[in-house]
């Protein structure tokens, strides 16, 4: 499976974004998946997940209230709404299975910038 992560840029602190990641294949559907990210220096992280079909979600506490997980299993989409960004929030991003991500599928993220 192919993951494409898309709709990163620069966003001021306190604007949002909104993050896409297409998968190639429907099997998608069935996995609980996460959005990562990786800061420079820092160890990739997992900010977000959505189970498969109840769409039961965690969130870390650094993105807690101001991040929102969401997918689309007809068109095997998944989705983050940042808002409220904060300079600690640049990352290179990436969506992946979760909680444990399967190596084959890391596609090459998505850059978003916090900054003024």
């Known amino acids: 499976v192919q993951l494409q992560a898309s709709g990163g840029g620069l966003v001021q602190p306190g604007g949002s974004l909104r993050l896409s990641c297409a998968a190639s294949?429907?099997?998608?559907?069935?996995?609980?998946m996460g959005w990562y990210r990786q800061a420079p220096g820092k160890q990739r992280e997992l900010v977000a997940s959505?189970?498969?079909?109840?769409?039961?979600?965690y969130y870390a506490d650094s993105v807690k209230g101001r991040f929102t997980i969401s997918r689309n299993n007809a068109n095997n989409t998944l989705y983050l709404q940042m808002s409220s960004a904060k300079p600690e929030d640049t990352a290179v991003y990436f969506c992946?299975?979760?909680?444990?991500?399967?190596?084959?599928?890391w596609g090459q993220g998505t850059l978003v910038t916090v900054s003024s």
């Open positions: 992946n299975t979760a909680p444990r991500p399967l190596a084959g599928w």
């Open positions: 294949e429907s099997i998608f559907s069935i996995y609980t």
């Open positions: 959505i189970t498969s079909v109840r769409g039961t979600t």
